[in-house]
């Protein structure tokens, strides 16, 4: 069945470095791949999306780009600030009739001073 | 931007109740999903409506579970009876169509005591 995967439960690191969250997925459709924010006590909200093959994606400093190749859409920044810090889940829509959403298990990034 | 509006926003309530959680999506949308979180972690599916119909529910939409729409008004989660198991914090969300964003109430926080 259709999965997403994401490796890393807790990512710590400092203001100021790179960072990379990962994501693969399992589908048999053709997939759309979103990243979601969640941050504490707050609604995610939709970060970057995409279903197009190696095309990068960028917004608010974080950029993705899916590769069919490897099924996956890591999610990167060059510069993490604090204010980044919060809760990162990959999701994955099959590109069929239905209209679910799948998340993987979420990746809390904390970024300290 | 678009909102999705969650009434309440905490509810306690005794095992064995019912409860509905009320969800007003934005406008114009047309797909329409609950989601359960524990402990502010993994997001899960639990269902998705459309055209006044479920779609696609998941294993965790149990018999004691229902969603309705009725004459384009609140997009109800009911829980009839509750069980311990069935706090967490739900969450509403909506899209326009298929495989575009969806948009995120902030969540009810569910207590089952």
């Known amino acids: 069945g259709d999965s997403v995967t994401q490796t890393e439960g807790l990512v710590t690191l400092t203001k100021g470095l790179p960072v990379m969250l990962n994501c693969t997925y399992q589908t048999t459709y053709s997939p759309f791949l979103f990243w979601y924010v969640q941050h504490l006590n707050e609604a995610p909200k939709l970060l970057l999306k995409?279903?197009?093959?190696?095309k990068r994606t960028e917004h608010q400093g974080f950029y993705a780009t899916l590769h069919k190749s490897s099924s996956s859409f890591h999610l990167q920044k060059s510069s993490v600030q604090l204010s980044d810090s919060a809760l990162y889940f990959c999701a994955l829509s099959e590109g069929n009739n239905n209209n679910r959403i799948f998340f993987g298990d979420g990746t809390q990034l904390v970024v300290k001073p | 931007g678009p909102k999705v509006l969650q009434i309440p926003s905490h509810q306690i309530i005794d095992m064995g109740q019912m409860v509905t959680l009320n969800c007003d999506p934005v406008?114009?949308?047309?797909?329409f999903y609950w989601y359960k979180q524990i402990l502010g972690q993994q997001m899960e599916f639990l269902v998705n409506f459309y055209n006044g119909k479920v779609m696609e529910k998941s294993k965790l939409f149990k018999d004691q579970f229902s969603v309705e729409r009725p004459d384009g008004s609140y997009f109800t989660l009911k829980i009839q009876p509750t069980a311990l198991e069935d706090s967490a914090v739900y969450f509403c969300a909506s899209s326009l169509s298929k495989n575009t964003e969806v948009f995120f109430g902030k969540g009810t926080r569910l207590t089952v005591v």
């Open positions: 995409s279903s197009t093959d190696n």
């Open positions: 406008s114009n949308h047309l797909y």
